[in-house]
């Protein structure tokens, strides 16, 4: 046990002077030991100090080095900002969406109340049919209430087969929302991984420059052909033209 | 335009997918088929039987841009309607797209009179051109 300890200088250092304290101790001399305690645990804040500049120092010259912080304030200036303008869009849109399908769930159950209705009117019509059987107007009567009902009944099934399309069309925001969200995940993880390189750096490890992809390079990663810019977005996709602009320019091309 | 017209759908977003058909249900096309991006759909064109892909852009695996460029490229399919439905909305692409011959272009979000307008113009350029 003792040969690697007295084999290490600072080991064996650390234990003389361990044993000289045990020694004032024992000897009842606390003055002479309390200096000595204190000197001791000095000198190991001292090492630790030297440890954790020595540290700071690595980090601050292999972020340099690697051009961490460029990567890094990139990330932090731009595109965790364009990632939270993204985040608000899905807010909107789902919200614009709910609110949508809320209302048109509303209006479809305001409809079959009116053909529940109609129904109520046809009965009422056949039952004074029936009261006033023989009396020339009852059949008449009948044909008529029952011809202006399945003319309200038409035109209540056509308004809520329309409403159910606007239904389908409004859950279009799931595709919209599903890209930002995708996009938003793959800068997630490029700053985990510079987060994790810059761990690596800053332990003195073997360290692998990967550069943090971008919203956009990571984008471009998964599709192949080129940048892919995703759902418009005010403030982060200021370029993005609308249907007409888009129009106009197929136009002016022939189209 | 006959109504039975074979519409395959490329989008990787099956609620799109979905949205997409049952619009176009509701203008009366019921014959269509759905492909979840372009490497799906390709084998499909080339088995034959398509007359018309609707496509979105941004999608894995094969990209709707490069969905187009192959049909144009493949003699049998060159003639093929396509119809871009995409929330890529920028000048450049929408040029790019143009260059590589699409027929339509209907940027999302969208409206059910937005496809009905597209799907017109492009039967009535194909019955112009017949």
Redesign the interface.
């Known amino acids: 046990m003792n040969a690697p300890m007295q084999a290490n200088p600072v080991r064996a250092e650390q234990l003389e002077r361990l044993r000289e304290m045990v020694g004032l101790l024992e000897a009842g001399d606390d003055t002479a030991f309390e200096a000595r305690f204190a000197g001791f645990v000095q000198a190991r804040e001292q090492g630790l100090f030297v440890t954790v500049g020595r540290l700071t120092r690595e980090l601050h010259d292999a972020m340099r080095g690697l051009s961490f912080d460029q990567h890094l304030s990139t990330l932090a200036d731009r595109e965790i900002p364009d990632a939270c303008s993204r985040l608000d869009y899905v807010a909107k849109v789902t919200e614009e969406a709910a609110h949508k399908t809320l209302d048109l769930v509303e209006q479809c159950q305001k409809l079959t109340q009116d053909i529940v209705v109609a129904t109520h009117d046809i009965s009422a019509a056949c039952h004074r049919a029936h009261v006033y059987a023989g009396s020339p107007y009852s059949l008449s009567g009948l044909v008529v209430s029952v011809d202006e009902t399945r003319d309200h009944i038409v035109n209540s099934a056509a308004q809520l087969r329309e409403r159910l399309s606007n239904l389908a069309q409004a859950q279009e925001y799931q595709d919209l929302a599903g890209q930002v969200i995708k996009r938003v995940t793959q800068l997630v993880k490029s700053v985990e991984r510079a987060l994790i390189d810059l761990l690596r750096a800053a332990g003195g490890g073997a360290v692998v420059q990967t550069r943090p992809p971008t919203v956009e390079s990571a984008a471009a990663a998964e599709p192949a052909g080129g940048i892919l810019h995703g759902p418009a977005v005010s403030g982060v996709t200021p370029t993005a033209v609308s249907q007409d602009d888009a129009d106009a320019l197929l136009a002016e091309l022939g189209f | 335009m006959d109504k039975n017209l074979r519409i395959l759908i490329v989008?990787d977003?099956s609620?799109?997918r979905?949205?997409v058909k049952?619009?176009l249900a509701?203008l009366g096309f019921t014959n269509t088929q759905e492909a979840d991006d372009g490497k799906t759909a390709w084998p499909m064109l080339q088995a034959g039987g398509f007359d018309f892909v609707v496509t979105d852009?941004?999608?894995?695996?094969?990209?709707g841009?490069?969905l187009l460029k192959a049909i144009r490229g493949e003699p049998k399919l060159a003639g093929l309607p396509v119809l871009m439905v995409t929330?890529?909305?920028?000048?450049d692409?929408?040029?790019e797209a143009?260059k590589a011959g699409v027929n339509?272009?209907?940027?999302?979000?969208?409206?059910?009179v937005?496809l009905k307008e597209k799907l017109d113009k492009i039967f009535a350029r194909m019955a112009e051109a017949a």
């Open positions: 989008d977003f609620t799109m979905r949205i049952n619009l509701d852009w941004n999608m894995p695996g094969m990209t841009i490069d929330a890529e909305a920028q000048r692409q929408i040029i143009a339509g272009y209907i940027i999302k979000p969208f409206t059910a937005t």
